[in-house]
């Protein structure tokens, strides 16, 4: 059973710092491709960034240069450090982990950003 856990979110002023954490259980999880998507009220989920088992990542645009996403296998850890926070950036956050092999999905519960002075 692979399970997925969120961690980091909360309130923070524009230009304030974040940094999520999303904990991953079983043994699957250095094959994974890692990735975090986010969620504003009415709006749909979009891809924020990824990072493959090998290390290469991929970011959205809105978000290039300023969130990193990072791994750490043996903690089966996956990070997402948010930087230059905009009010924009509000969303409800969610970890997902690929698993290329078999074609499936792994999704967190979500942790929630708000970016407001």
């Known amino acids: 059973q692979v399970q997925l856990v969120e961690s980091g979110g909360g309130l923070v002023q524009p230009g304030g710092s974040l940094r999520l954490s999303c904990a991953v259980s079983g043994n699957i999880f250095s094959s994974l491709t890692m990735g975090w998507y986010r969620q504003a009220p009415g709006k749909e989920r979009e891809f924020v960034a990824r990072?493959?088992?090998?290390?290469?990542?991929n970011y959205a645009d809105s978000v290039k240069g300023r969130f990193t996403i990072s791994r750490d296998n043996a903690k089966k850890t996956v990070y997402l450090q948010m930087n230059s926070l905009k009010p924009e950036d509000t969303a409800a956050y969610y970890c997902?982990?690929?698993?290329?092999?078999?074609?499936?999905?792994?999704w967190g519960q979500g942790t929630q950003v708000a970016v407001s002075s």
């Open positions: 990072i493959t088992s090998g290390g290469a990542t």
């Open positions: 997902n982990g690929y698993n290329n092999g078999i074609g499936v999905d792994y």
